[in-house]
């Protein structure tokens, strides 16, 4: 092949895209759709419950779509970090929604599935080939034995394998947001530096266009570079649009390291070819001399109970960070005399939104706000603590006057009960990568016989 035409038509599965661009996709010539169905952006809950943050139904709905366009067409369909953080249980949830379309609709495609989860033992003993992404310290093997769920994210070669063992569908576990648009012009034999540049420009669909909301976009990539255009006919991409995509995070808006190597874009020209397209150049990839593939584990930190009170009294407002140094400080009083505990025994935050929520400490804005949502979140070792301390600070929420007033306020609860038991917190406990002798080795390819499998 001279060029691969690669379609993404939506950032997430599951965002919902309007469907006449995918139509378009493959008008233009599509060769393959890739989509990415997984984040981090909202924290560590599901990689550590093994749940997914889009709804079945938006699931089901992006996917019937793309499956009767990948049948229609004769092209692969590649789904990346399935179930949002690419568990064993994700992909088999998005297996499983798949199967059932594919059933529905009468369409007969091979579904290969890739499996990314590992296990704590089995990486317990490699721990020497393990090392950390900073700011991460080294790993040991009481904290991998601590995670709920720990994977491992690949690059373009296992998805590579499944196309090669005749897929039409692959649906990945834990991968890189650029190997999944990466891996079947790699496989075509496209330069890799091109390649590499263009899946992470397409990675999160119209977001490298003017109109991020109108839906996806198409790269073609050949031997000299790739172009790329939206699939709405009234979007535009242009050479800042594609070239800012590079800042969306990375930590070096030049380069970005992938498991095989890294991409450098330090040359590269953004050239408009009119209105709406882009033509980009002069894309590196250095191989690396060790392959190695990311860890991501999560594991539970305790348990919480949330409570939120809105501020509108002008005079807490006009000294807010007196009010809450206090309630702090009243909270750490009233739950050492009436439960007994200590600081070590549990974690309070207190958040006002409206004021510092957000920057905390470095908010420019210093003004008196209008309103404040005080969000209080008690952490605890079980669930019941972390409730009784935010009982033990109702009356605070509702009440608590600064030091100088002279009346009671009476502030105002946002729900009935007043606390909210939000069940186990996790963190992401893992940030390191691990030296690998082979890049499909710690990835398990199950390829059924057909689609109905």
């Not at 309103?371 to 009440?399: C, F, S, Y």
């Amino acid at each position: 092949m001279n060029e691969v035409r690669v379609l993404t038509p939506v950032g997430m599965l599951g965002a919902g895209f309007p469907p006449e661009t995918l139509t378009r996709g493959l008008e233009l010539g599509a060769d393959v759709i890739a989509v990415d169905g997984g984040s981090t952006d909202s924290g560590p809950y599901y990689l550590g419950t093994g749940t997914a943050k889009t709804a079945a139904a938006a699931v089901a709905q992006d996917l019937r779509l793309l499956l009767r366009a990948a049948a229609h067409a004769g092209i692969p369909l590649i789904i990346g970090s399935c179930g949002t953080s690419g568990t064993d249980s994700g992909v088999d949830w998005v297996a499983d929604i798949t199967r059932g379309i594919l059933a529905e609709e009468g369409l007969d495609l091979k579904v290969a599935t890739i499996y990314s989860e590992q296990r704590a033992a089995d990486l317990g003993a490699r721990l020497h080939r393990i090392h950390p992404l900073a700011p991460a310290g080294p790993l040991d093997t009481a904290t991998l034995d601590s995670c709920r769920h720990i994977v491992g994210m690949m690059g373009h070669e296992p998805i590579v394998a499944a196309l090669e063992s005749g897929a039409d569908v692959v649906l990945a576990g834990r991968a890189t947001d650029t190997a999944i648009a990466a891996a079947f012009p790699l496989m075509k034999g496209m330069p890799a530096g091109p390649v590499w540049h263009a899946a992470k420009i397409v990675e999160c669909g119209g977001q490298c266009t003017t109109n991020p909301r109108a839906g996806g976009v198409l790269a073609t990539i050949d031997a000299d570079g790739f172009t790329i255009e939206p699939l709405d006919p009234d979007n535009a991409c242009t050479p800042t649009s594609v070239a800012a995509h590079m800042l969306y995070e990375t930590v070096n808006p030049f380069t970005m390291r992938e498991p095989a190597g890294t991409i450098d874009v330090s040359d590269a020209v953004y050239e408009a070819l009119g209105p709406r397209r882009v033509r980009v150049r002069k894309s590196r990839f250095t191989p690396a001399e060790q392959h190695t593939i990311k860890l991501e584990g999560a594991r539970i930190t305790g348990y919480e109970t949330m409570s939120f009170t809105a501020i509108r009294d002008p005079h807490i407002l006009g000294q807010i960070d007196t009010w809450a140094a206090l309630m702090r400080k009243m909270i750490g009083e009233w739950v050492n005399r009436t439960l007994g505990l200590g600081d070590d025994d549990y974690a309070v935050d207190l958040r006002l939104y409206g004021h510092n929520a957000v920057l905390d400490a470095i908010e420019p804005d210093r003004r008196p706000p209008r309103e404040v949502g005080a969000m209080l979140l008690v952490r605890a070792a079980d669930q019941a603590t972390a409730t009784a301390i935010a009982k033990v600070a109702n009356p605070l929420m509702l009440h608590l006057p600064t030091p100088d007033m002279t009346y009671l306020p009476s502030l105002a609860f946002a729900t009935s009960p007043a606390e909210t038991e939000r069940g186990a917190v996790y963190e992401f406990a893992l940030h390191h990568a691990i030296d690998v002798d082979s890049p499909t080795s710690m990835f398990r390819i199950n390829l059924p016989e057909d689609g109905h499998a």
